[in-house]
């Protein structure tokens, strides 16, 4: 019962926590990437993969990790989106992952336009005094991508191995 509930709750409540900090504050805190790795390496040895299934799961998160570190150094991403997104695929494997970037980069698409839209848009009145979104008002033409990440984590995961385990 307490397996079924990590399940659950540990990779949508991350990928949630995670879209609105990164819109309220543009980071991601370490903590959630790192509560989604413990959480795999928790819960994986309850999932019924065999030990080949979770070192190509792990094999996964470290090839993204190291894929979003070059979007990271290139200036494409966020540290913190680079982790998230490492992380998620740890859970998703590499069954999933390529939906998973495919969604991200949807979503990402989506955002930015609405991006776009903020950041040459005065607020109204009553939004003005909404500290978040003045930081759509600043002019760094940032994107808080961990939205879109979570979006796409969250499009994923019903099809994912652990949905199925239960």
Sequence with gaps: MFYEW???????????????S????????NKISAALFFGFVIL????GLSLAE???HIITGFVM???GFIFFA???LGGGDAKLIAAASLWL????????ILFAAFYGGILSVICLYLYNTPLPAYLSGQRWLLNFQTGTAAVPYGIAIGFAGLSVYPQSIWLGLL
Excluded: K, N
């Design 6 to 20: 990590c399940v659950l709750l540990i990779f949508p409540f991350a990928l949630i926590f995670a879209g609105i």
């Design 22 to 29: 990164d819109a309220m504050s543009f980071t991601i805190p």
């Design 44 to 47: 994986v040895p309850f999932s």
């Design 93 to 100: 494997g590499p069954d999933l992952v390529g939906s998973f």
């Design 65 to 67: 990790l190291v894929i």
């Design 54 to 56: 979770i070192g190509i």
């Design 74 to 76: 290139r200036g494409y």
